[in-house]
Nanobody, 120 residues
Framework: QVQLVESGGGLVQPGGSLRLSCVAS????????VAWYRQAPGKQRELVAR??????NYAEPVTGRFTISRDNAKNTVYLQMNSLKPEDTAVYYC???????????????WGPGTQVTVSS
């Protein structure tokens, strides 16, 4: 059973920083593309950042402030968030394409999400 679990969310003042982590666990054979999404109250879930084969893509509102990275040895994905703004307040979700052991295909997984609140 493959699972993704996020951590690192919380309450931070405007201008502050947070680093989110997402750990993949279970019988993992390989991890492909990874991404972070967010969903604010009353809004649709939106892509924040994506890392595929070394290429990084960011949503325009977070470009220059957020950085996505991964540690393959730890099956962990990170989202470093700097210069946070109140409009960054949302539940942040980790997403990854994962191949289970002894499987040939990749399936897409979501974590349960972690709340980030930016407020003074």
């Amino acid at each position: 059973q493959v699972q993704l679990v996020e951590s690192g969310g919380g309450l931070v003042q405007p201008g502050g920083s947070l680093r989110l982590s997402c750990v993949a666990s279970g019988s993992i054979g390989g991890i492909g593309a990874v991404a972070w999404y967010r969903q604010a109250p009353g809004k649709q879930r939106e892509l924040v950042a994506r890392l595929t084969g070394g290429r990084r893509n960011y949503a325009e509102p977070v470009t220059g402030r957020f950085t996505i990275s991964r540690d393959n040895a730890k099956n962990t994905v990170y989202l470093q968030m700097n210069s946070l703004k109140p409009e960054d307040t949302a539940v942040y979700y980790c997403n990854a394409d994962i191949r289970a052991l002894r499987q040939w295909t990749y399936n897409n997984y979501w974590g349960p999400g972690t709340q980030v609140t930016v407020s003074s």
